[in-house]
């Protein structure tokens, strides 16, 4: 089963870059489907969208496309969500997360990454 | 403002049973199964109930789910204080080729 790791706390200045992480552990990382999902602070979930690290196809929610880079290196079962410029409104706590299919449930869930963007 | 809609709140006393919903619309539930999400205070969601009914190893039977056209529905019986958390439904929508949620329930036992 896999079980999935997250990269630990950042604190980054408005513009600033930032590449956060999520390590599989398990034999089916690379057959799995794995998805971002951003909480902001107080508030609810929502999906940034999904990487299937066998081939790369990589899909986004239209609420983020554009917004963050989401990657793998399947040779070290690392997943990444990925910002070339930061806000302060991507202040919130990321998390990575298995789908059971493409279109299903999300399980296991990683720990968490809480990103904070201030000046 | 999310795509599935929860009631923002819920509470019982322990021992008693409560329902959350989800509406949706024929572009999610209407067409998908609806998993539902427990977030206890300061941890990382973790699956509840998968494919409208089902419970993943370890999820006590007192978590059941339904699911009728567009709504779902979480009921939880036998209601004990560590079931006070944050509870999401989710679901595909083929609208926006993802992934939407509820946005959320906070369950609070009197």
């Known amino acids: 089963e896999v079980q999935l790791v997250q990269s630990g706390a950042e604190v980054k200045k408005p513009g600033e870059s930032l590449k956060i992480s999520c390590k599989g552990s398990?034999?089916?990382?690379?057959?799995?489907?794995i998805a971002w999902v951003r909480q902001m602070p107080g508030k609810g979930l929502e999906w940034m969208g999904i990487?299937?690290?066998?081939?790369?196809?990589?899909r986004y929610s239209p609420s983020f496309q554009g917004q963050v880079t989401i990657s793998v290196d399947k040779s070290i079962s690392t997943a990444y969500l990925q910002w070339s410029s930061l806000k302060a409104s991507d202040t919130a706590i990321y998390y990575c997360?298995?789908?059971?299919?493409?279109?299903?449930?999300?399980?296991?869930w990683g720990q968490g990454t809480l990103v904070t963007v201030s000046s | 403002q999310s795509v599935l809609t929860q009631p923002p709140s819920a509470s019982g006393t322990p021992g008693q049973r409560v329902t959350i919903s989800c509406s949706g619309s024929?572009?999610?539930?209407?067409?998908?199964?609806v998993n539902w999400y427990q977030q206890l205070p300061g941890t990382a969601p973790k699956l509840l109930i998968y494919?409208?009914?089902q419970r993943p190893s370890g999820v006590p039977d007192r978590f059941s789910g339904s699911k009728s056209g567009t709504s779902a529905s979480l009921a939880i019986s036998g209601l004990q204080s560590e079931d006070e958390a944050d509870y999401y439904c989710?679901?595909?929508?083929?609208?926006?080729?993802?992934?939407?949620f509820g946005g959320g329930t906070k369950l609070t036992v009197l």
């Open positions: 997360a298995r789908h059971g299919s493409l279109r299903g449930w999300l399980d296991p």
């Open positions: 398990g034999n089916s990382f690379i057959s799995s489907w």
């Open positions: 990487i299937y690290p066998h081939d790369s196809d990589t």
């Open positions: 024929s572009s999610n539930i209407g067409s998908h199964t």
């Open positions: 494919t409208n009914d």
């Open positions: 989710a679901a595909w929508d083929d609208s926006l080729n993802a992934v939407v």
